[in-house]
């Protein structure tokens, strides 16, 4: 699976993005989705994560409420909607795969990764 991040750029804090992220190579639909950041500095940080079929999800506690991610396995293409962004939340962004069904937080169970795309949010 190949997988191509796009959507991130400089917003201001209490903004919105949308990030996404476009898949190809095989059956996107079979696997759970997942987006991760890391910002300079820091460790890789789980952002949230979307089952195969789109209907169950999962998300960082302190993403609760402001981020929300989704699927559409028709366009192969998942996405991330962020609102009421925080400098805090600057950071590369970076979505993966894994053959898991469901969805999960741990990166060691992403298979595969896209290139990521950089979140900048000014104060």
């Known amino acids: 699976v190949q997988l191509q991040a796009s959507g991130g750029g400089l917003v201001q804090a209490g903004g919105s993005l949308r990030l996404s992220c476009a898949a190809s190579?095989?059956?996107?639909?079979?696997?759970?989705m997942g987006w991760f950041r890391q910002a300079p500095g820091k460790e890789r940080e789980f952002v949230a994560s979307?089952?195969?079929?789109?209907?169950?999800?999962d998300h960082a506690d302190s993403m609760k409420g402001r981020f929300t991610i989704s699927r559409d396995n028709a366009r192969n293409t998942v996405y991330l909607q962020m609102n009421n962004l925080k400098p805090e939340d600057t950071a590369v962004y970076f979505c993966?795969?894994?053959?898991?069904?469901?969805?999960?937080?741990?990166?060691?169970?992403?298979?595969?990764w896209g290139q990521g795309t950089l979140v900048t949010v000014s104060s």
């Open positions: 190579g095989r059956t996107f639909s079979g696997y759970a």
């Open positions: 979307i089952s195969w079929s789109g209907g169950s999800t």
């Open positions: 993966a795969a894994t053959t898991r069904m469901l969805p999960t937080g741990d990166h060691v169970n992403y298979h595969y």
